[in-house]
């Protein structure tokens, strides 16, 4: 309870507060890029369940012969970097995190695609609702593998607290002013989840 009255809480506060700018990165992005200004989403919530997310929008809707989105590295424009590396296209998701699908604080939503490929132990990365920022942001973010990422992620399941949360807001304000760990080597944002090989129980 107290995790959620403080989610309401700052994002609330950073909505007021960074109003002006919201309204600025919404007028560059549709000039930019047009429209949608926002990008939208489902991915899984608490417990697997499916919500909504929005972002800013980052990417050009650029497609091949075949009409298939060409390739993330050729559709991110210059501009979608920046948003990406200051986290401002993140702004928006402060509505999801009111409304309760997100945290402040969490393992980062991904793609429902990737539900079946979980192990149990990487499945209980949704045993908490997903965050703006989490654990294994400001521990590596995208510069590090699937299986370090989900090691981050179920050790803040299993030792979240109040201080916790906290360390890791002010550890995020410092990788984003840094523009750390933006994306993995020779990609532009992330290599995709492909399954982990689950282990025998009995071992």
Not at 43 to 72: C, H, S, W
Not at 73 to 98: Q, Y
Request: no cysteine; net charge positive; hydrophobic share 40%.
């Amino acid at each position: 309870m107290l995790k959620r009255l403080l989610d309401i809480i700052i994002a609330s506060t950073a909505l007021i507060l960074l109003a002006p700018l919201y309204a600025f990165v919404a007028y560059k992005v549709k000039k930019k890029l047009g429209s949608p200004v926002l990008f939208r989403q489902v991915r899984p919530g608490l417990y697997g369940k499916p919500f909504e997310m929005i972002k800013f929008r980052t990417m050009k809707d650029a497609v091949d012969a075949n009409g298939q989105p060409l390739p993330d590295s050729e559709r991110l424009t210059a501009f979608g970097k920046m948003l990406r590396s200051t986290s401002l296209d993140e702004m928006p998701e402060l509505w999801n995190v009111i409304k309760g699908d997100m945290s402040i604080v969490g393992p980062r939503p991904l793609l429902t695609e990737y539900l079946p490929l979980y192990n149990e132990e990487q499945a209980k990365r949704h045993n908490v609702r997903p965050g703006m920022t989490g654990h294994a942001q400001v521990n590596g973010r995208n510069a590090i593998g699937w299986e370090e990422k989900f090691k981050l992620d179920t050790w803040y399941v299993e030792h979240q607290s109040t201080l916790l949360d906290f360390k890791i807001m002010f550890k995020t304000v410092h990788k984003v002013l840094a523009k750390d760990d933006i994306s993995a080597e020779g990609e532009a944002t992330m290599t995709r989840f492909t399954g982990t090989e689950k282990k025998d129980a009995k071992k």
